[in-house]
């Protein structure tokens, strides 16, 4: 069975800090990669996924992702974070065959202070 | 409508007391996913169904929870006999289309505790 780890439970950041999320996934074969954030309060949402093509995917907020297949990682990265982002970050992958379900990490708490 | 809706957004019940959660996907989503995530252990899979139909039961805990799907639109999470353990908050989300690439919507939650 496939499985998701988030190597960080709770990430503490100044503003303007770069941000570095791991996230690494299990499954051998052909994968769809995800990002979802959940701000507090708020209902979870898509930050970015991939699927083919361009490795290094920009999501919304200046936020990317990159696809290392030898490496089974799609970290999550953005060069200066805000206040705003201060939110749960889940991972998730999906095979891209068959009907299997999108498994998600544990999460990742990020802590964004002044 | 506008979003995933789902109901009631807190339940609070006694050990061994059955309960019945709602999901009310985005009109005109085909597939809609049962999630629950509980404290430091991220989102758990437990069914999805495509239309009224659910191919995949696996991740559903025990016997004592079934879900249903009607019409192709509302779908109910009944956990019976609940017990302390069941305590989550249990997510919604639905898709255009089940596809493996699709972006899932998700709703807010229905905190369920079991004292």
């Not at chain 2, 339940?11 to 509980?38: M, N």
């Amino acid at each position: 069975a496939q499985s998701v780890s988030q190597h960080n439970h709770h990430v503490i950041l100044s503003e303007a800090a770069s941000l570095e999320l791991g996230c690494n996934y299990s499954y051998g074969g052909t994968v769809n990669l995800f990002w979802y954030v959940q701000y507090p309060g708020q209902h979870l949402q898509l930050l970015l996924k991939y699927f083919s093509g361009d490795p290094l995917v920009k999501g919304i907020k200046g936020f990317e992702a990159e696809f290392i297949k030898s490496k089974f990682s799609f970290n999550l990265r953005k060069p200066s974070v805000q206040w705003s982002d201060t939110a749960e970050y889940f991972c998730a992958v999906n095979e891209d065959s068959g009907n299997t379900p999108l498994v998600f990490g544990k999460g990742t708490r990020l802590s964004v202070i002044a | 409508g506008a979003g995933v809706s789902q109901s009631p957004s807190n339940k609070v019940t006694e050990k061994g007391k059955d309960v019945e959660l709602r999901c009310d996907p985005i009109s005109g989503h085909t597939a809609l996913y049962w999630y629950r995530q509980s404290l430091g252990q991220g989102l758990e899979f437990l069914i999805y169904f495509q239309g009224n139909s659910a191919p995949d039961k696996s991740g559903l805990p025990s016997d004592r929870f079934s879900a249903e799907r009607t019409g192709g639109s509302v779908s109910t999470l009944t956990i019976q006999r609940t017990q302390q353990e069941d305590s989550a908050v249990y997510l919604c989300a639905s898709s255009k289309v089940r596809g493996n690439n699709e972006k899932l919507f998700f709703g807010s939650g229905t905190q369920l505790s079991v004292l």
